[in-house]
């Protein structure tokens, strides 16, 4: 074999080129250069011209091993001495294996999956406590409770391996099941609390099993928490499967039930300094309260109190099987679970015992301390910070039992979804394009766009593109609105972009909701949340007089929610939205936000205008007295054409 010594003396394959060629190399050479070489069509006899291709003659010997696909195609074709034309490059469809996320399942890969997730879930078990009595040593229980632990962890190990099935990171260690049987062995009612985003991702239903096998008396509810991100509709359709299945659940969310219980602290202390005028009605669980104390919004007043009526109307007959409950109307559905087998003496009353178990950040913390009230338990967004029960004393009837976070053995499609679901921690994640796919697949682009004040580009539908941005083209939009660099390289930096947005994904802030498994088309069951219908009025209305000045010039995507993303309106609504404010500020003026539309109010309905003033100021930690400067029917008076002031106004609102 002739080892090259240069480029130009690669024996064989140079006297080929030569011969094919010329070897007046530099004039011939050139002229190919710049003529290009021209070719005959043998089908149709035509003539046509072919650009030089760059590379040095050296480089067509070269072995190759590995092409990109369009290579491939070109040099299959050549191989089989075959001529192709392309007329315009409209004609020639070009399939980009990297729109197809590796990490992600297609809807017939998942169909699959969930398939032979549900043939094999009554394997699905939580670790049993073995049976023990008085003439059981210490050290024999917990030699016993080693070897229980080790037998589960096979089985669930084989069902894994040999059906190849994705589970969640399940608790493997000893100590935490061992406080959850404690939990279990003294509560009457055990709470099992779920993200109302994916509350089946979170339930354990041998959970349920295994409390009814330790006492059967002992009850089980579903508490669905963060239900202030669902829709009504959503709630409903998950209320329906939950009757249907006969699961006893509520929803709650201790995110409202704090807000709840600011208003009715600031109600009680008085903040505007008058009389205490209103009441809090808590049956209807519509929190009132007056800071408006300018004497000039008796009119303002008139209105609201009417409003107020209304609320009031809505709230009775909002449906029960949807309502969010209030932290009253929970602790009296605690109380219902009093256990009438225990002895209980006016000397000695036993208290109920209630059971609060669920993974970690779904919101257990946040659930006792609204339930009490005030925050004597420190909550954090990094899963797993409770790590031992603790018993609280909710009332002289109540005791609650906090189980520390744990993960139920469950199965899961992808790793993308447990990331997603803030199951698996993102600090620690190498592969992010996967859950980056999810959110970009998830969440509408505009929505993304006028959120992180980017533009992401993608690839038109015509050269291959789907419409909907890939994981890729999401987090480089990202990277390069906030400056993300790789050291040294100057590229965007994907990593860390995908970080801050799937830690707003988990958050809440990027908003998408799994519907319940009966056949519902998962973005048609968030489109509402993504709906105009959800902002605010005055944003509304704003957007409908832009909207009447604009021809519509965009035409129908190959979606429904493509054109939302990509509509006229969608524009505009970026347009007017950052021409506001830019920076993380930003974050505060979403397109919608979920809590003060239609779901972020218990009664369902959106809250009158001082309510809802003082929710806004609560919320972004203004002082409610500076709301009330700024929504003064004093200063919209002289202002109502756009001044600073209504500006102003129009964020707090
Ligand atoms: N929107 C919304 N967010 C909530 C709600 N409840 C909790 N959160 C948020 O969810 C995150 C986790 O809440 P925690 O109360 O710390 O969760 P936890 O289950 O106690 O977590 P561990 O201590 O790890 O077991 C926090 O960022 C809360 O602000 C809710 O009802 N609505």
Known sequence: MVLAKS???????NSLMNDRFGKGKGADRKKVTTAGIQRINHATGETYVTNERKEASWVKMRSVTEQAALDEFLSTAELAGTDFTAEKMNNVKIIHTDQKNPYL??????R?????????????????????DSTTTPEELDRMERDSLLEWRRGLAELQESNDLLMTPFERNLEVWRQLWRVIERSDLVVQIVDARNPLLFRSEDLENYIKDVDERKNNLL??????????????????????????????????????????????????GRPKALTVNLASKTKDM???????????????SSEEEEADVETDSEDESTRILSVDELEALFLDHAPEYHDSTPDNPRKTQIG????????????????????????????????????????DKVLLCDCPGLVFPNFATTKAELVCNGILPIDQLREFTGPAGLVARRIPR??????????????????????V???????????????FTRTGQGQPDESRAARYILKDYVNGKLLFCQPPPVDIDPLEFNRELYDEGHLPEKRRLALAAMESSISDQHSVANSDMISLQEGPKSKQLDGAFFAQGQGNSAHLRMPFNHKYSEQGTASGKQLSGRKQKTMAALEKDIDPNDVKLLTSKKHFKHGKKGNGKRRANYFVD
């Open 112 to 132: 699959a999956a969930v398939g032979k997730q549900k043939a094999h879930k009554d394997r699905l078990t939580v670790p049993r406590r073995p049976k023990w």
């Open 446 to 467: 505009a929505f993304l766009e006028a959120l992180y004040g980017m533009k992401i580009i993608t690839r038109p539908l015509e050269e291959g593109g789907t419409g």
């Open 223 to 272: 508490l669905v928490n963060k239900a202030d991100m669902l829709t009504k509709e959503q709630r409903q359709s998950w209320a329906d499967y939950f009757a249907e299945a006969g699961i006893a659940y509520k929803f709650f969310s201790a995110h409202l039930a704090k807000e709840w219980n600011e208003i009715r602290d600031l109600d009680e202390e008085d903040i505007s």
């Open 356 to 395: 609060l178990v669920g993974y970690p950040n779904v919101g257990k913390s946040s659930t006792i301390n609204a339930l009490i009230g005030a925050k004597k338990v420190s909550v954090s967004s990094t899963p797993g910070k409770t790590k031992h029960f603790q018993t609280i004393h909710l009332s």
């Open 7 to 13: 480029k130009n003396a690669v024996g064989l394959g």
């Open 105 to 110: 399942l297609s809807a017939a890969e998942e």
């Open 469 to 483: 941005p890939t994981a890729d083209e999401m987090l480089t939009a990202y990277a390069k609105a906030r400056g």
């Open 290 to 304: 007056d800071l408006v104390d300018d004497e000039e919004c008796e009119d303002e007043e008139e209105e609201d």
